[in-house]
């Protein structure tokens, strides 16, 4: 096999957040890659979205100098009375413009690293794992980063660290089969029960995600399935009911959680230039995810809820 033929074991990285609680059991590392095929429009993490890495310009920390502009060999950039602005789907993501603006106003969120060169920066964290805690392998959704996430993995268990999956399942099984050797338990998403609507408001086929369950199940692995509760998308009696039913006859997780919503990621809209039909939803109200989980408990023993809520 020549060079040209050996595969990528590079991944798109976003970023890498410590100290973790909220991804799976004890203290963890959760690692978020770039690139995910589902829309779901409420998304929390636009950023992660598109596998090549974006552009953020933080408008508070400019200065208006506009030595960005002046550097940009493709012309992607220009400046007004309004601010600077990107065309971005002509960005080669070269760094330029990072690199010499004097207030580290403009950021490339996404960088491409190999396997091993990120297992080493990971591995520095096990101080702080205990027993409980480890590696969260997170998105955009995790299992497209293809063969470079299955090595990293791989790397990862032989080192002796709790490996955790945060996926949305839609996808063929045969990404998350590779996968399964070097995994403690996966993190799944299900969000809508109903294939039509799934499908219209998310952009994927929901029949693979409860299919990808029901196998993740038959192999036995520790599962905590996550709920979003969105306001007209997910949060009808109905929708949590449907779930609550699939989960018992498919075989129940470990723990069901209904994740209340919040608007905190506003920001992350504006710096890449994008209009978020969610920004002036409020936070879930207390009452109704209440009512939710009871649903959702009679569904599923110990069912909860997490996240602010309003009264
Ligand atoms: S170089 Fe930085 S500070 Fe100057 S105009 Fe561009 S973004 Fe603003
Ligand atoms: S990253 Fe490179 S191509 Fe993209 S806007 Fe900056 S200087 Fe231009």
Redesign the pocket.
Known sequence: MSCGDMPSMTVTLLDIQRMSTEDGPGLRTTVFFKGCNLRCPWCHNPESIGRKPD?NWLSVKCMGCGI?AT??E?G??TRDSNGVH?DRPR????????DECPQGAIE?KGRPIEAETLFRELIKDRAYFGGEGGITLSGGEVMLQGEAVVMLAKLLKEAGIHVAVDTAGCYDFKLLEAMLPYMDMALYDIKIFDPARHLEITGGDNRLILENYRKLRDAGMRLWVRTPVIEGATDSAENIRAIGGFLREAGLPERWELCSFNNLCRDKYTRLDLDWAYKNTGLTEKKHIEELAAIARSCVPGAMYSGTTKE
């Open positions: 552009l960005c550097v940009c493709r992607v950039i990107f960005c080669i993501a070269c760094g330029h413009c990072t490339l």
